[in-house]
C-alpha cells in the first residue's frame, strides 16, 4: 500500500478521486490494526517470541518503534530554520557593532594650544586617517550583510528581509553621501567640534537610516537588534 502511497506522489495524485479515498481508508485501518497490535504485544524488553529469527535484532525491533512514531506524527524534528536564521542576523548585527564602534583613536592629533574650558578644541582630526577609517568600516559592514544575504531566508521571514534590504541601501547611501560630505568640506587642522558642527545637517539623514536599518533587523531578528549605535 505505501508502494501505491508513493506512485501516486510521482504521478502527480493522477488517480481517481474514488481510489485515492479507498486506498487512504485502508491506510488509516493498517494503522489502527498496527496499533492495537503493539499496545498488546510490545515490550521494551525482548522481542515477541513468535518473532522467530528476527528476535536476534532486538535493536532494530525498538527501532521500529521510533519509526511508527514518525509515521504518526508523534516522534518528529521540530523546524527550527527560522530560530536558526534569526540567529545568524542577531550575529550580524552584533559584529556589524562592533566595526561600527571600534576605537580609532589614530585619526586625532592632540591641540597643545586649546582652550581647558573645550575640551572637543583638544584635539584635531586627520582627514586622511578619518576618511581611510571610515572608507574601512563600510566595506567590512557591507561584507557582514553579504554573508547575510548567502543565508537561505525562511518563507515565513522573507517580507521582513526585503525590508531589510531596503532599509540596507538606504544607509549605504546615506554613508556614502557622509563620505562624500567629508571629502568635500573637512580640512585638514579642524578640531574634533569644528568636525562635528560641520556634519550636523547630513547627520540627520543619516541618523534616519540608522533608526531605519536597526528596526528592519529587529523585525527580522524577531528580537532588539541594534547594528549601529545612535
Avoid at 513468535?50 to 525498538?62: E, H, I, V
Avoid at 547611501?173 to 568636525?195: I, P, S
Wanted: with cysteine; proline share 4%; net charge neutral.
Amino acid at each position: 500500500m505505501g508502494n501505491v502511497l508513493i506512485f501516486a506522489e510521482h504521478q502527480g495524485g493522477h488517480f481517481p478521486k474514488t481510489t485515492l479515498t479507498a486506498i487512504h481508508a485502508g491506510l488509516d485501518l493498517a494503522k489502527k490494526q498496527g496499533l492495537a497490535w503493539l499496545q498488546e504485544n510490545f515490550s521494551a524488553r525482548a522481542c515477541p517470541p513468535q518473532a522467530g529469527m528476527w528476535s536476534m535484532f532486538y535493536a532494530y525491533y525498538l527501532y521500529s518503534l521510533e519509526r511508527v512514531g514518525v509515521l504518526y506524527g508523534i516522534l518528529h524534528h521540530p523546524d527550527t530554520s527560522v530560530t536558526d536564521y534569526q540567529k545568524q542576523v542577531q550575529a550580524t548585527c552584533v559584529r556589524t557593532h562592533g566595526i561600527l564602534t571600534a576605537s580609532h583613536s589614530d585619526i586625532f592629533q592632540f591641540n597643545p594650544s586649546f582652550n581647558i574650558s573645550s575640551p572637543l578644541e583638544g584635539l584635531v582630526v586627520d582627514k586622511a586617517g578619518l576618511i581611510r577609517v571610515a572608507q574601512s568600516s563600510m566595506d567590512s559592514v557591507k561584507q557582514e550583510f553579504i554573508v547575510l544575504d548567502q543565508q537561505t531566508v525562511p518563507k515565513a521571514l522573507q517580507s521582513q528581509k526585503k525590508a531589510l534590504n531596503q532599509a540596507e541601501n538606504r544607509y549605504d547611501f546615506a554613508l556614502q553621501k557622509q563620505l562624500q560630505f567629508v571629502e568635500a568640506n573637512l580640512r585638514d587642522g579642524m578640531t574634533l567640534r569644528q568636525v562635528n558642527d560641520l556634519g550636523g545637517e547630513s547627520n540627520a539623514t543619516q541618523s534616519s537610516a540608522k533608526a531605519g536599518l536597526n528596526g528592519a533587523l529587529t523585525a527580522l531578528a524577531g528580537s532588539e537588534c541594534t547594528a549601529t549605535p545612535p
